[in-house]
């Protein structure tokens, strides 16, 4: 008799994704590397980030309280402080905070960071089930809803700035393919984040790296998603460089600015929302890296990060289906992957031909 059960048993998630990782472990882990980062944001723009950086916090460790109290109320049971359920316990709910309110612009209106952070939790992970039943990010359906609801309202100087980046992305978007981009902003400012204006954690592109070294070191992350995702957007860079006669500074440029790297290593590696296998981790990385680079190049907001995320949080399962995956690498899925990458910069390619 043919054996038909699948090689992957799905179980609550986050442990279906690391069988014996610890998720209080996993979730301290990132806000302990996203220290440096929130102290920095809180030195570069004053009481303001520190005020933002509360108040997301707060907005989503109280719906998410308040829910659960309400929910136990409804099936009969007695009031308890402590809830069972409330994951403040196992720092989920305030990672997630942490992270939406890294992504904000330090100028956003305390209502707006309250009211997307409620919205937030509640639509893309309490009405699921809870922990490790979301099948969005909570962080970035927050920070999505801020740019959809609050456009005009949330802002650096006039306007927000697309979705999940710095302004200096915004040169890029205006002059696709000109070094005077450097004039505004050089690439060393880009790296350690003095001077350089946006939302509060995606400044420095120094305390990013030392934050995920950190969880690498912990293993408290997939390496192989922010490194794909980051590789994919600089491959594209690197080649659309190559073909309008750029130099290294244009890839260079895309890595840095903007949310690219905090997106890769503190949200798309979120282990309840990202698949299970090796090679599926590495295909989503390369799918986020490739939407990242196109909205970037071809859209009408300098970021893309977040909308990539969302986007491929939607294909997880797919991803993860029994029948389709596979928990190793082969001879022909290697040489179909690299078939889809050729494509992929043969496309970019030839788009940025038209929009160059």
């Known amino acids: 008799m043919t054996n038909t059960m699948p090689k992957i048993v799905r179980k609550t998630s986050p442990y279906l994704r690391r069988p014996n990782a610890n998720a209080t472990r996993m979730m301290r882990d990132v806000t302990i590397a996203l220290l440096p980062v929130s102290i920095f944001a809180i030195y570069s723009f004053g009481l303001s980030a520190l005020w933002i950086l509360l108040v997301s916090i707060g907005s989503m460790l109280l719906t998410e309280y308040v829910f659960y109290q309400i929910q136990d109320k409804l099936q009969g049971e007695s009031f308890k402080f402590k809830n069972k359920n409330f994951t403040l316990y196992n720092f989920s709910a305030f990672t997630s905070g942490l992270i939406y309110g890294l992504t904000l612009p330090d100028q956003t209106p305390l209502w707006i960071v309250a009211l997307s952070g409620v919205l937030g939790i509640l639509l893309a992970k309490l009405i699921f089930g809870g922990m ?109 460089a190559i073909q309008q006669g750029l130099g290294i500074w244009y890839p260079l440029y895309h890595i840095f600015s903007g949310g690219l790297m905090f997106g890769a290593i503190y949200m798309a590696t979120d282990p309840v929302t990202s698949p299970i296998t090796k090679p599926a981790r590495v295909y989503y990385g390369f799918a986020l890296g490739f939407i990242t680079f196109i909205i970037r190049l071809f859209g009408a907001l300098p970021e893309g990060v977040i909308f990539s995320i969302l986007i491929m949080n939607m294909f997880v399962t797919s991803f993860d289906y029994h029948k389709v995956t596979h928990s190793q690498f082969s001879t022909k899925r290697n040489l179909i992957f690299a078939s889809v990458v050729v494509l992929a910069i043969v496309v970019t390619l030839v788009g940025a031909s038209y929009v160059g």
């Open 132 to 240: 490790g039943q979301n099948i969005f990010n909570p962080a970035a359906v927050a920070r999505v809803l801020v740019v959809v609801n609050f456009a005009t309202l949330a802002t650096y100087q006039t306007n927000i700035d697309g979705v999940a980046g710095a302004t200096a992305l915004s040169f890029t978007n205006q002059n696709l393919f000109s070094i005077e981009v450097l004039q505004h902003y050089t690439l060393t400012n880009l790296f350690t984040g003095i001077g350089i204006p946006g939302s509060l954690g995606e400044t420095s592109a120094l305390l990013l790296l030392l934050g995920g070294l950190y969880l690498a070191l912990r293993t408290s992350f997939e390496v192989r998603i922010p490194l794909m995702y980051i590789g994919t957007v600089f491959v594209l860079a690197f080649a659309v």
